[in-house]
């Protein structure tokens, strides 16, 4: 089975669909540079499927392919990139906000 996210752009999330669930991980465009990851949701039939994992893991390379930075306030998100050190360069923290 292959795990095929995407990007809902009109509903500012990332998305995972698997057996007619939706996993979702929720952002906000803060300026022309930078989103807000704000809420990740897998729903209880699909956890232990490492499905938030490929969504933040998507949802972290399509920023950085468009030149974002992300300011990870999903907790779930901000664990992921103080592991995933390759994501170091866009992450943002709340400190450094303007």
């Given at each position: 089975?292959?795990?095929?996210?995407?990007?809902?752009?009109?509903?500012?999330?990332?998305?995972?669909?698997?057996?007619?669930?939706?996993?979702?991980?929720?952002?906000?465009?803060?300026?022309?540079?930078?989103?807000?990851?704000?809420?990740?949701?897998?729903?209880?039939?699909?956890?232990?499927?490492?499905?938030?994992?490929?969504?933040?893991?998507?949802?972290?390379?399509d920023?950085?392919?468009?030149?974002?930075?992300v300011?990870?306030?999903?907790?779930?998100?901000?664990?992921?990139?103080?592991?995933?050190?390759?994501?170091?360069?866009?992450?943002?923290?709340?400190?450094?906000?303007?």
């Amino acid at each position: 089975m292959t795990i095929e996210p995407k990007k809902n752009e009109l509903m500012k999330r990332f998305e995972i669909t698997l057996e007619g669930k939706t996993a979702v991980l929720d952002y906000v465009e803060q300026n022309d540079t930078t989103l807000i990851f704000t809420h990740t949701f897998v729903p209880p039939e699909l956890r232990g499927r490492n499905v938030a994992a490929i969504l933040t893991e998507y949802a972290l390379n399509d920023a950085r392919s468009h030149g974002k930075k992300v300011v990870p306030q999903c907790s779930y998100v901000a664990t992921y990139m103080e592991r995933h050190h390759e994501y170091d360069a866009i992450r943002v923290t709340s400190g450094s906000l303007r």
